[in-house]
């Protein structure tokens, strides 16, 4: 993500800021992505600490329109954890739009969210037909790590959630195409197999011993859809990751000072950058004792399926 311009004052902004340096209220703009001081500001500023600009006074911005259920707010933290969903879902549609999906360029179909807070019975988190249910009580870092352990997963984090989650619906948005579905099965495998049997069998038989060596993670194992879940999420972690260090850092492993990972046309280039950022970034948390921010290994088939990956989100909504 880059830095911002204040467009009030001297300094910078963040993606998630509020006001300026000297208290001006200001709100993101994704079309232009650029912070404006003028208002109408998406209604649920007050409520969720929204930052996005609204169509119209009253109206919700671009991201939050998305969502058709909101956590019942009686539930303790329920509101906290909403906003701290919603502020991952906004940092990842951001993400895709530098794709061209979800702005207005994009005539198909978004995402509808189901945010639901957790009572006694946990909330299962999943895509069907462009619905994606989120559990925003996974905001929570203690459920989060807790959950983490239990699932014996190296990364776990909101974005995370919402980068999986809505890869699943871009891979139901590229189905319709009848160019994608015999490359993503050659590529992938085919996704009509029975997901409750592979999924079983993943939870009862654990993944294949091979599996470092086929697969970003574990449970990119267990079914086609979810290799491909799997794979778009860390193609958006990668390059986000990049787009970071090119925005706020600066590094020699960059090809140029004004390289842009999201207009990168080369998956393989990105992929070496992104290994060689990660590496040195991974060796920084190890000094101050912090796990590893990307602790995964990518073998030459993954980073094939990176670069499937990015060659069919990089083509953006209309497929160019």
Known sequence: MKVFTNPVGPGALWFDNLVAADGTPVGYDPQARAFVPVPPFCANREIIGC?????????????????????????????????KTEAAKRW??????????????DSGTRPVFNMLAEGPTPVLMGHADGVVTISVAEADPVLSTTRREALQEPYRTMIGHMRHEIAHML??????????????RSMFG????????????????????????????????????????ETASHLLHLTDICDSVAAGLGSSELPHPRWDPYAESDAGQLIRVAVSLVMGINHINRSMGLSDVYPFVLSQTAQRKLAFTHDWLRRGAHGR
């Open 171 to 184: 891979w139901w948005r590229l189905s319709l195409r009848a160019d994608f579905l015999d490359a993503f």
């Open 51 to 83: 930052n996005w600009i609204a169509p119209e006074p009253g109206a919700f911005c671009r991201s939050c329109a998305m969502t058709a259920l909101s956590p019942k707010t009686s539930i303790p933290y329920a509101v906290l954890n909403w906003a």
């Open 92 to 105: 990842v549609i951001d993400n895709l739009g530098r794709w061209h999906w979800f702005r207005p360029e």
């Open 190 to 229: 085919d996704e009509r197999a029975d997901y409750q049997a592979a999924l079983q069998r993943h939870y009862g038989n654990g993944p294949p011993l091979d599996w470092r060596q086929r697969f970003l993670t574990s449970y990119a194992s267990a079914h086609p859809h979810e290799d491909w879940a």
